[in-house]
């Protein structure tokens, strides 16, 4: 069940064996939204690469924790960085988000005619 940035798991365990009914608990846990999973990088900065796909358009949000820094760029089939959307146009990230908006200088509009990859290089991180 979500509750706002939070994903509830309600968990049941026993004292003896599976399924006794004496000596039972229900408790409930928390996870980061859409936090099941998650790419790390300590003080060298790792690279991510997606397969290529389509892009919605309408902006790119990441869900981060970010202490040192976090950039993407876009490249297309050949491995290429599209203009305007490079590592030095990427505003850099910080902090901790569950929607951390990725913009680049001068906020050219996503490509959406192309499937393109997006790159992601984070330093002292954790990427969900």
């Given at each position: 069940?979500?509750?706002g940035?939070?994903?509830?798991?309600?968990?049941?365990?026993?004292?003896?064996?599976?399924?006794?009914?004496?000596?039972?608990?229900?408790g409930?846990?928390f996870?980061?939204?859409?936090?099941?999973?998650?790419?790390?990088?300590?003080?060298?900065?790792?690279?991510?690469?997606?397969?290529?796909?389509?892009?919605?358009g309408?902006?790119?949000?990441?869900?981060?924790?970010v202490?040192?820094?976090l950039?993407v760029?876009l490249?297309?089939?050949?491995?290429?960085a599209?203009?305007?959307?490079?590592?030095?146009?990427?505003?850099?990230v910080?902090g901790?988000s569950?929607?951390?908006?990725?913009?680049?200088?001068?906020?050219?509009?996503l490509p959406?005619?192309?499937?393109?990859?997006?790159e992601?290089?984070?330093?002292?991180?954790?990427?969900?």
């Amino acid at each position: 069940m979500r509750r706002g940035d939070k994903e509830n798991a309600f968990i049941t365990g026993y004292a003896v064996g599976h399924k006794t009914f004496t000596d039972r608990s229900i408790g409930v846990g928390f996870l980061r939204k859409d936090g099941f999973v998650s790419r790390d990088a300590g003080p060298e900065a790792g690279l991510l690469k997606t397969p290529l796909a389509a892009l919605p358009g309408e902006g790119l949000t990441v869900n981060a924790i970010v202490r040192g820094e976090l950039k993407v760029r876009l490249v297309d089939r050949k491995g290429k960085a599209l203009p305007g959307f490079d590592w030095q146009d990427c505003i850099p990230v910080r902090g901790d988000s569950v929607a951390h908006r990725i913009g680049w200088r001068g906020e050219p509009a996503l490509p959406t005619s192309e499937p393109v990859s997006l790159e992601f290089s984070l330093h002292d991180g954790e990427q969900g």
